[in-house]
């Protein structure tokens, strides 16, 4: 680099720098390097322009453009900074996860086909690795602020009507702050935030003996919600055995004890005893031979095909159509309330 180029090169990364330490209104849009400040800008001068009716220009539908931000930052918890790191990072990660290679990667190039349409939480403390290590090709997931099956009502019903998943998997978590909210005043909150929470129904809580308790028990409390919604919607799929709608639970807090980190089922096709779900767990941890040999004996023996059937047919509460045949609304149901 000639020592001319170095010289105008420093200056403009002066300037920049500069400009990124004052405030907005002072800044020309031109060499605005805060994306959010321009924003508010934008807003202003869209107002102005219509009301000094120099036409539609300037409009919100109009796109914009911002100057690309690169300044060197003053302190490592600035937005650029922390936006260029997350980057930074994300490159690296992409190159070792390139490492896969071709076969990998072509295994999934034309073909989607996933299991499981999962609806979860955007929280960024509920991440797939913790029920999925290798969730490429077989999650389809939708994630939403309080897994509401209102929240994305057509990507999840891509997931389970076009995809075909066999599984509908609705994925709550502790600490849920759309839960919290949803069961606080909302009176404040953006017309969006508000319409995104009233996909949540949160009951009171009884009996809980502090406020997590109260808290989870809200968590498991939406999550049925969610199944129960989704059995209406898809009660049809259900019936048939195309589909099995399970509601579970993440739990990174050890809120309900079973310690942290702890992914577990709490609903399946709208079944939520304990009992159920121990034998739905069994039926799904052992095969077959859950109902027969049991955890207490130890025994694994392979079982003839007739004879597994029978046995699975003997654990209580596999084998439930209760709620398919309980409701006409789920056979006709095509919508969600
Ligand atoms: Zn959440």
């Known amino acids: 680099m000639g020592s001319l180029r170095l010289l105008k090169w420093t200056a403009t990364l002066l300037l920049l720098a500069s400009a990124c330490k004052q405030p907005a209104a002072t800044v020309t849009p031109e060499k605005e390097t805060r994306p959010h400040r321009a924003k508010e800008g934008k807003g202003r001068e869209a107002k102005a322009s219509s009301e000094d009716g120099k036409g539609d220009e300037k409009s919100d539908d109009a796109p914009q453009?911002?100057?690309v931000p690169f300044a060197w930052e003053t302190s490592k918890a600035e937005p650029l900074a922390l936006t260029r790191a997350f980057l930074k990072e994300s490159f690296e990660d992409n190159k070792t996860y390139m490492e896969h290679g071709p076969k990998f990667f072509s295994a999934f190039a034309d073909a989607e086909l996933p299991r499981a349409t999962v609806v979860t939480c955007s929280d960024s403390r509920?991440?797939?690795?913790?029920?999925?290590?290798?969730?490429?090709?077989?999650?389809?997931?939708?994630?939403?602020?309080?897994n509401t099956l209102t929240g994305d009502e057509g990507s999840?019903?891509?997931?389970?009507e076009h995809l075909n998943t066999p599984l509908l998997l609705i994925i709550g978590h502790t600490g849920c702050g759309a839960v919290k909210a949803a069961s606080g005043d909302t009176s404040k909150l953006s017309k969006a935030m508000q319409a995104q929470l009233k996909g949540l129904q949160i009951p009171k809580a009884t009996g809980a003996k502090n406020e997590n308790q109260a808290w989870a028990q809200g968590v498991i409390a939406n999550v049925h919600n969610q199944v129960n919604l989704a059995l209406k919607k898809y009660g049809k799929r259900?019936?048939?055995?195309?589909?099995?709608v399970i509601g579970a639970v993440f739990d990174f807090r050890d809120d309900l004890g079973q310690g942290a980190g702890k992914f577990m089922i709490v609903d399946v096709n709208g079944n939520g005893e304990s009992e159920r779900m121990e034998a739905f767990m069994a039926a799904v941890n052992e095969g077959p031979q859950a109902g027969k040999n049991g955890k207490?004996?130890?025994k694994r023996e392979a079982l003839a095909p007739e004879e597994a059937i029978r046995s699975l047919e003997q654990v209580k509460g596999i084998i439930t159509r209760e709620v398919a045949s309980a409701s006409n609304d789920s056979a006709n149901a095509g919508h969600v309330d």
């Not at 991440?127 to 602020?145: K, L």
């Not at 999840?156 to 389970?160: K, R």
Request: charged share 25%; proline share 3%.
């Open 65 to 67: 453009k911002y100057t």
């Open 126 to 146: 509920v991440q797939p690795q913790a029920w999925d290590e290798t969730s490429e090709n077989d999650d389809y997931t939708v994630r939403n602020f309080g």
């Open 156 to 160: 999840i019903e891509y997931g389970v």
């Open 238 to 244: 259900v019936q048939s055995g195309s589909l099995t």
């Open 296 to 298: 207490k004996s130890g």
